[in-house]
């Protein structure tokens, strides 16, 4: 009897940790980090359409960031992220079912991961400072796949 339970107990956790990979971690997050200015870098990274980047499916959508279209230009830099700021205000829309109910504007960009395979490769930012920076949305790699149809990035 007792090692029907120890092996019960292993189904049960393996079954358990295997459902762990069916739960998504909500892209927003309120991160500050400090950075270092970077004057007169002529990188780039170019929207060549808005985009807008949802924390969810529509439906259960509670937050949806704006990207406009636009040269962003390298702005700072700390270990782990290079800054580019827009040339517009991103957009955040709180959103209740599908339809937004609130809208703030903020001077930001997007942060891109400094680490060819970081778990997040960029991170959409509010540029509090020229040393500081917080994070407000994380793209993951979807938003990665659209380099060269939405977005592209000098090298």
Not at 116 to 142: C, F, N
């Amino acid at each position: 009897m007792l090692r029907y339970l120890s092996r019960t107990r292993i189904v049960v956790a393996a079954l358990l940790l295997q459902g762990c990979s069916f739960l998504s971690i909500d892209p927003v997050i309120n991160d500050k980090h400090r950075v270092t200015a970077i004057a007169n870098s002529e990188r780039t990274v170019v929207f060549l359409e808005p985009l807008s980047w949802a924390n969810g499916p529509d439906h259960r959508a509670t937050r949806v960031l704006f990207i406009p279209v636009g040269t962003y230009s390298l702005e700072a830099q700390n270990q782990d992220f290079l800054y580019f700021r827009g040339p517009n205000p991103l957009t955040m829309s709180i959103v209740d079912r599908g339809v937004p109910t609130d809208a703030r504007q903020f001077v930001g960009g997007v942060a891109f991961a400094k680490a060819v395979l970081a778990q997040i490769p960029a991170e959409a930012y509010v540029s509090k400072s020229e040393t500081e920076k917080i994070h407000v949305m994380r793209l993951g790699w979807d938003f990665s796949r659209l380099r060269g149809k939405v977005w592209k990035r000098d090298e």
